[in-house]
């Protein structure tokens, strides 16, 4: 069966490949995490008054896009409202609980999406389904869902075109539950026809999709496996999304973050089956990306920097390797992702049982030539029979780790 071709707008949202997701709302002033109004049990009007305190004088939608272009990110999916019902935007008179009626007293998500803009940077809006706080979510539903189709068409209108719609929230109720999901999404399709639409489908039901309109199926917190889109009536992408940390929004004594060299390799284990990797912070109650997250997103820029360009337009190409090692094609190009190599140097600061040496390929579509490590341009020896392929790694130099090495070859199909 045939693969269905991808539309313009899904095809560019796979070269995206790197996103960075940005959870931020009233929760950050408690330091413990976005479910904090759920998980401690406040009441609405006690949660409310945190809107007082909102000041958030020191968030720059400028710097939150420069962290994320130093990180090799091309897109910024941030919540413009969570489920704690708060809207960073202007609902233009839906609700008074939103940034313009905080202690902030201006349009968060225009700031947001001018810094995107501003730094080349795609603005992509988060928006939950769910609501915690009005009350007609759990009262009058259909009259619930309608104030929620007011407020994306609020989105959809008042900031220009955006690359996205990100909806999460649909796993708070029974399955059988009708969303009006038809109506949503052709909303957005009406105003802004160009924008990726995902619906997260929850951690328990990742890679499925719930509707043919979506463009992405997610992974939450797990690793996304290969899409099989054989006979599927569209090409949807795939997308997996982690946190940096234990927490979506800003925990304060949240000190157990994933190491960077975790995040590289996750990063290229998405890349690996096509999907792209969608990496979370959360700023504290000023508005600022805590340095930690800010300084592990660039680190990851740094590695993209020196070996990883690849991750964007290259794709899977059914070619394997052994472990972890995988190969990806842009063209004649050909990129082999090379795990675990050993550093070379002396016995004495180096541990002994490195695993250099030869790294075996198969499914080759074609002869290479011209292999090389795209950090330093050193050639490699290899030998080719067929389709299958072993080339000679050499490890790293002394005071160099790179996690994930990349070698470049040119393919002749």
């Known amino acids: 069966m045939a693969i269905p071709v991808p539309e313009k707008r899904v095809k560019e949202f796979e070269e995206m490949g790197f996103g960075m997701f940005v959870h931020w709302s009233l929760y950050a002033l408690l330091g ?27 968030f720059d939608g400028r710097e939150l896009a420069r962290i994320a272009k130093r990180a090799g990110a091309k897109y910024i999916t941030l919540t413009t409202r969570h489920h704690d019902g708060f809207s960073l935007y202007d609902t233009k008179g839906l609700d008074n609980f939103d940034a313009p009626h905080s202690a902030a007293k201006r349009d968060l998500i225009r700031e947001f999406v001018d810094g995107c803009n501003a730094e080349g940077i795609k603005p992509f809006f988060y928006h939950t389904k769910l609501d915690w706080n009005h009350p007609t979510y759990h009262g009058d539903f259909k009259k619930y869902l309608q104030y929620l189709r007011d407020s994306i068409e609020v989105l959809c209108t008042q900031y220009g075109p955006i690359g996205g719609f990100w909806f999460d929230g649909n796993w708070d109720r029974p399955p059988e539950t009708d969303w009006e999901d038809d109506q949503l999404y052709a909303l957005i399709r009406r105003y802004q026809p160009d924008c990726i639409i995902v619906d997260n489908a929850g951690m328990h039901r990742m890679g499925q999709a719930s509707n043919q309109e979506l463009d992405s199926v997610t992974f939450e917190q797990g690793r996304p496996t290969p899409m099989d889109r054989e006979g599927m009536p ?59 997250q800010a300084e592990l997103m660039a680190g990851i820029g740094d590695w993209i920097n020196t070996c990883g360009q690849s991750i964007y337009k290259a794709k899977p ?54 292999l090389h490590w795209v950090d330093n341009g050193e050639v490699l020896e290899f030998k080719q029979e067929g389709s299958e392929l072993t080339m000679n790694c050499t490890g790293y130099p002394y005071g160099v780790n790179l996690v994930v090495r990349v070698a470049e070859a040119d393919l002749e199909a």
């Open 32 to 58: 413990q995490g976005e479910w904090a109004r759920y998980l401690r049990k406040i009441p609405r009007e006690e949660y409310a008054k945190l809107a007082d305190d909102f000041a958030v004088t020191k």
């Open 234 to 292: 569209k090409y949807m992408a795939a997308e997996m999304c982690q946190t940096i940390n234990q927490h979506w929004g800003y925990g304060k004594a949240d000190f157990n973050y994933k190491s960077l060299a975790y995040l590289i390799e996750t990063l290229c284990a998405c890349r690996k089956v096509g999907a792209n990797y969608l990496l979370n912070v959360g700023p504290d109650g000023d508005g600022v990306v805590p340095a930690m």
């Open 317 to 370: 190409c059914g070619v394997t390797g052994t472990g972890k090692n995988f190969a990806l094609r842009d063209g004649n190009k050909i990129y082999f992702y090379i795990h675990d190599l050993s550093v070379v140097g002396d016995a004495n600061v180096v541990p002994e049982g490195g695993r250099a040496g030869e790294k075996a390929f198969s499914g080759l579509p074609g002869s290479v030539s011209n």
